[in-house]
């Protein structure tokens, strides 16, 4: 039984028949420029003119590393290879666990079929405010706006920019929708200990379930 091929497998012959004609594409110019025919280059580099034909229709993906370092050298165009950086150890985006909530809600958001939109602005430039998460809710002609808080600092600041946000996310809406909100208070000891310290106002601000 003939053993499946990995994705891995898939994607690396893809990529190398990729850059196969791409060099290819390259070899043919810079020999044409050079006024080479393919016997003359073959000769130079030990292969025989119909190779040199195959590697210039991009067929060379499968050819020797020193193939293509020799035509290079023929061709005054040394070869340059290397791999590129670590993905795994490129540094995260400064907002990565901010990036991290908003990723979940608009998963979350997509699973239970209501569409998210990604830093809705609510304002123009300069002066813009943005809405973090943004999910339409169209059984119930909701527009749910959600922000999110890595670390609360002022409740009271907090809370009025959301109120401001919905009344000017009203204003851009359709009649048949209003706009609703809530806050995503990511669980770490600073945000545990305002909820604690002021249940009464959080409870007044958002009277919903948290659950649901």
Do not use: Y
Not at 38 to 56: A, C, H, K, M, Y
Request: aromatic share 4%; charged share 30%; glycine share 8%.
């Amino acid at each position: 039984m003939r053993r499946r091929r990995t994705n891995q497998e898939l994607d690396g012959d893809r990529e190398a028949a990729r850059i196969a004609l791409t060099l290819g594409s390259e070899l043919r110019a810079a020999r044409t420029r050079r006024g080479l025919t393919q016997q003359q280059l073959g000769d130079r580099i030990g292969v025989r003119r119909t190779r040199v034909g195959e590697l210039e229709r991009g067929l060379g993906g499968t050819a020797s590393l020193i193939i293509w370092v020799r035509l290079g050298k023929v061709l005054g165009r040394s070869l340059s290879v290397a791999f590129s950086r670590d993905l795994s150890t490129l540094p995260e985006p400064v907002d990565a666990g901010h990036l991290a909530a908003q990723e979940l809600l608009l998963r979350r958001s997509r699973e239970i079929g209501r569409p998210g939109l990604f830093e809705l602005p609510t304002r123009s430039a300069p002066s813009a405010g943005v809405v973090d998460i943004c999910i339409r809710d169209d059984q119930q002609r909701v527009v749910l706006l959600a922000e999110i808080w890595n670390r609360l600092m002022d409740l009271g600041a907090a809370s009025r920019s959301t109120s401001r946000k919905v009344t000017e996310v009203e204003a851009i809406l359709s009649p048949r929708f209003r706009a609703a909100s809530c806050w995503l208070m990511v669980d770490n000891a600073a945000n545990r200990a305002i909820v604690r310290r002021f249940p009464e106002i959080i409870r007044s601000r958002f009277p919903g379930s948290s659950l649901g």
